[in-house]
C-alpha cells in the first residue's frame, strides 16, 4: 500500500488536514497541503505589495518562489529558506490566497510543482482542486464536507486553542461563506465533487471515524 495516493477536498474547516495527516501517518504516506502553497504565495504577494486583483503579477512572483516542506509534525512550511508555518495561517493570508488562486496563471504553476511532488505515489493530499486536476487518478478521492456552521465552529475553537488572534464566530463564519463561494464558483478548477469521489459529511464523526471510514475505501480501492 506504500505507492497509494489518497485526494481528500472539500470547504475550509471540513477536518482535511486533521485526516489527511492522520491517514498519512497511519499509512506511511507523505503529506501534502496544496493550500499551504497558495498561502505562502499569497504572503510573498502581500509582501510585494500585490493585492487581490494583481494575478498576473501573482503568477509572476509563483514562478520565482522556492517552497517546500520540511521534517515535522505537521511539516513545517518554508518559502525561501524562511520558516512561514505560522505566518501563512492568518486569516488574510487565506483571503488572499483564496483571491489569488483563481487566477490560472497561478494555478498553472502550483498545479505543475503539486503534480511533479506526487507522481511517484505514497501521498496523501489535500486541497480544492486536488480530485479534479491534480491528481484525478489518484486511488481513493474523497470530498470531505459539513455544515457551514459546524466548519465555523471548529474553525473558532481551533484558533483559539493556538493562541492565534481570532475573529468573532459570526464574522468568521461570514469569511468562510465568503472564501467558500470564491472557491466554489471560480472559472479555472472549482471546488467540486470529482468524479469517483467518495462524500463524507464530517459532521457529527470523530476524526477517527472519518480516517476508519477512508480506511475502509483503501481496501476497497476507491
Ligand atoms: O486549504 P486552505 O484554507 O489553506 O487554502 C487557502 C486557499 O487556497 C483556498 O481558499 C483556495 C486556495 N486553494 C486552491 O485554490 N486550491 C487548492 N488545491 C488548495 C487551496
Known sequence: MSKIVIAIDGPAGAGKSTVAKALAKELGLQYLDTGAMYRALALAASRAGLSENDGDK????????????????????????????????TPEIGELASALSTHSGVRRELVKRQQAMVAEGGYTLEGRDV????????????????????????????????GMETPEYDD??????????????????????????TIIESGGLSIDEVVAKILELCEQGK
Open 172 to 197: 468568521l463564519r461570514r469569511q468562510m461563506q465568503t472564501r467558500d463561494h470564491r472557491d466554489i464558483t471560480r472559472d479555472d478548477s472549482p471546488l467540486t465533487v470529482a468524479e469517483g469521489a
Open 58 to 89: 501573482a503568477a509572476e512572483i509563483a514562478k520565482t518562489l522556492h517552497i517546500h516542506f520540511a521534517e515535522g509534525a505537521p511539516p513545517h512550511v518554508i518559502l525561501n529558506d524562511e520558516d512561514v508555518t505560522t505566518a501563512i495561517r
Open 131 to 162: 480530485t479534479t486536476v491534480v491528481a484525478p487518478n489518484a486511488d481513493v478521492k474523497v470530498y470531505l464536507t459539513a455544515s457551514l456552521e459546524e466548519r465555523a465552529k471548529r474553525r473558532h475553537v481551533e484558533m483559539s486553542e493556538k
